[in-house]
Every structure is written in C-alpha cells, then in structure tokens.
C-alpha cells in the first residue's frame, strides 16, 4: 500500500489528494461504488481539506480491495471443491480432504490431518460440505 500511496503522492508531501481516489482504484483493477467512494472520503477526510494521510488513504481504499479478495478467494475454493465432488453431490469425503492437505502440505503427520478432520468434520458423518 506504501507503493501505491507514494505514486500518488508525487510531490512527497505525506498526502494523497483526494481528487485521485477514483483514478487510484481504477489503477489497482478495482470495481467501485462512487457514492461508497465519496462516503469514506467524506468520512476520512472530515474538515473537507481534500487531502488524506497514509493512514486515511488506507482506511479509504483497503474495504474496496478486501472485498473482492474474499470474494475472488471464494469463488477459486468453490471451484476446487468441486473439482473433488466429483459425484456433484456438494461433498467431499474427509478421506478425499486427508489427500488433497497432504498434497498442500508434506509435512503434516496423520495425527495433523486428524485433527484438521475432527475440527473440519464436527459432526463426524466423514463428509465435508463447501458451505460449513
């Protein structure tokens, strides 16, 4: 984020104008609400000075980025969830699920993978849905 605010603070003045949010998102490839925009700056930058520290830079432009990350995340989980369901029966065998964290990870013992599997697996049925 660092980077980003220093591109947009060209004369290193420790303030990123205000004017620049809609151009700042449309350079990190992120889709926005205009008015969710201008409600965080207003709420960041109260005094109307139009400029925002590091900090309020952050606060203005991180919801917008984690939002599509969680979602972008879940999407690529479902995805290879179903690449395992392969029955398409929105489950996947704890059995399966030992294979594919063995696969992720060579240095879990099995004692590991149980555990994982008793956490994940709380109603001990040996299946595992995408959503809980």
Known sequence: MKK?????DQGKTGFVECSKFVNILNTLG???????????????????EGKVDFEKFCSIVMPFLEEDDD?????EL???FRLYDKGGD??????T??????ELDNK?????????????????SGTVDFDG
Do not use: C, W
């Not at 980003?4 to 947009?8: I, L, R, S, T, Y």
């Not at 992120?30 to 109307?48: M, S």
């Not at 699920?97 to 063995?102: R, S, T, V």
């Open 78 to 80: 479902k995805e290879a």
């Open 97 to 102: 699920l030992k294979e594919i964290l063995k």
């Open 90 to 95: 929105g489950y996947i065998t704890t059995q």
């Open 30 to 48: 992120q889709a926005f609400d205009e008015d969710e925009l201008k409600t965080r700056i207003a709420e960041n930058d109260p005094n109307k």
């Open 108 to 124: 879990l013992s099995d004692e590991d993978l149980d555990g994982i599997i008793d956490e994940i697996d709380e109603d001990g």
């Open 4 to 8: 980003v605010f220093a591109m947009f």
């Open 71 to 75: 979602e972008a995340m879940h999407e």
